[in-house]
């Protein structure tokens, strides 16, 4: 009989005033007596309404009865047969609005926590399983991509597996893009994201770091002097957007893209750190979305008094998973909603604080949402000297700049001829991901970078 509990299990996690203080992670997983009695909530509908809404096609009912059953391994290979990094999406994936989303039972109670068994299947494996995959039979096709974060990746696991000969060109130091220099330890264990690599170099696919296309090489060297079959772009969106407000230039100031990275990649946070980073006492972070509550959270562990969350649009707009801004409330971070900057102040060339103006929502907007605007006369100033702006990013222009014929839309991002394919305007290269979507979901970029390796398959062996 299915466990009618009308609630999720409980996901065990640290207090928010010791984790507000640690850079260890939230969440702590679930026991093996929680994943089997979760697990026992799905009712397995014929129609299996779940696996819609999953972006790489993991077959859900499938895993869910193998935990059922004890059965954690076999879980977790079945949901390694569409997903090349179970790990991270069992933690950063939204869930809520995907696979959840279409539960059978959240129609009238909690879904079922999906999310929560995949990473708890990922888990189970990372600790009881030493043997890593081994290379597919070689099929005589190379394929070269560029960018080493979940889109390039999950390309390389899709192609790897069936025999290509695949290497990943990445541009930083180490590879994982956004799972590495974006998403906080805090939420997403950098060894996780360390070892589900090694899983891919396992089956053999090769990795190029401090490599990159455009100015090492371009995209035209690598067919023409590599001769690879073809290319698959999965850069991202990196390019961080400003407010273009007076007093951005500020010393204080920063990108959440810089400052994330500063910490997350280059380890600003640990002790006797040789990167610096500014340890403010008042910070303000400009942004509604997962990138501003990382950043927000990221400035309470080191060591902020106070840090406010500024945002033009209402809760109910804010584009942040519900479960990331809960546990930015949990902790004490302040949500200024309904409030947009319009200069940061400054004194002796520092940030001293952020002026801002009350908004009311007004008429919806071409997305849809009801456009914000200024109330007259109620401009107010937020004390703080640190400000860091999460606005959204965009490409980085350069492979479009370095590559006769690839086309972009005014955004910058890479136009491509079907999207269920990611074929752009050039034959033989492919994209996907941040690239050609803007600035999105890690696992939208999975599934993206999934697709092109089957369009690629198609392409070269039919």
């Known amino acids: 009989m299915p466990n009618m509990n009308p609630k999720k299990t409980e996901m065990p996690a640290q207090a928010p005033d010791i984790r507000a203080h640690n850079f260890d992670e939230v969440a702590t997983g679930y026991s093996v007596e929680m994943a089997m009695g979760e697990a026992e909530r799905c009712l397995h509908c014929k129609t299996r309404p779940c696996v819609e809404g999953c972006p790489v096609n993991v077959q859900i009912p499938d895993f869910i009865a193998a935990i059922a059953k004890g059965e954690f391994e076999q879980a977790y ?6 997903n090349a990094l179970p790990a991270v999406c069992g933690r950063v994936c939204p869930q809520e609005t995907q696979c959840e989303s279409k539960c059978v039972r959240g129609i009238k109670t909690e879904p079922v926590g999906i999310g929560r068994l995949e990473r708890f299947a990922a888990d189970w494996h990372l600790a009881h399983t030493e043997q890593l995959p081994t290379p597919a039979a070689p099929n005589g096709k190379k394929v070269a991509i560029v960018g080493a974060g979940p889109a390039g990746l999950s390309c390389a696991g899709s192609l790897a597996a069936r025999g290509f000969d695949v ?29 589900e690599i090694e899983n891919l170099r396992a089956m053999g696919v090769h990795i190029v770091t401090d490599y990159v296309i455009g100015r090492t090489s371009t995209v035209d060297e690598l067919l023409e002097e590599e001769h690879y079959d073809a290319i698959f772009l999965g850069t991202g969106a990196g390019l961080p957007s400003f407010m273009r407000v007076p007093g951005e230039n500020l010393n204080g100031v920063y990108s959440a893209n810089e400052y994330l990275t500063r ?42 008094k106070s840090v406010t969350i500024v945002y033009r649009r209402g809760e109910a707009e804010l584009p942040a998973r519900a479960e990331e801004v809960h546990h930015a409330k949990e902790e004490g971070i302040i949500f200024k909603l309904l409030t947009a900057p319009v200069e940061v102040v400054g004194e002796e060339g520092w940030v001293k604080g952020l002026k801002c103006v009350q908004m009311e929502l007004g008429e919806p907007d071409a997305s849809g949402r009801r456009r914000p605007v200024p109330v007259e006369g109620s401009e107010f100033v937020v ?29 910058g991002c890479l136009i491509v001829r079907d999207e269920s394919t990611g074929l752009t305007t050039r034959d033989s290269i492919y994209a996907g991901g941040d690239a050609v979507t803007g600035a999105a979901t890690v696992i939208l970029a999975m599934g993206a970078g999934k697709a092109a390796a089957q369009a690629i398959t198609e392409q070269l062996i039919g």
């Open 383 to 411: 004390p703080c000297d640190c400000v860091i702006v999460a606005i959204g990013t965009t490409p980085n222009p350069l492979i479009r700049m370095t590559t006769p014929g690839l086309e972009t839309n005014k955004k």
């Open 77 to 82: 290979q079945i949901i390694h047969e569409t």
């Open 263 to 304: 910490i997350n990649l280059m380890g600003a946070y640990r002790e006797n750190s040789p990167t610096p980073i500014m340890h403010a006492e008042h910070v303000a972070v400009v942004g509604g979305g997962n990138v501003a509550m990382d950043a927000a959270r990221c400035a309470l562990r080191l060591g902020a």
């Open 167 to 195: 290497t990943i060109y990445e541009a930083l130091h180490v590879a994982g893009g956004v799972l590495m220099y974006g998403i906080p330890e805090f939420r997403l264990p950098k060894a996780i994201v360390r070892r």
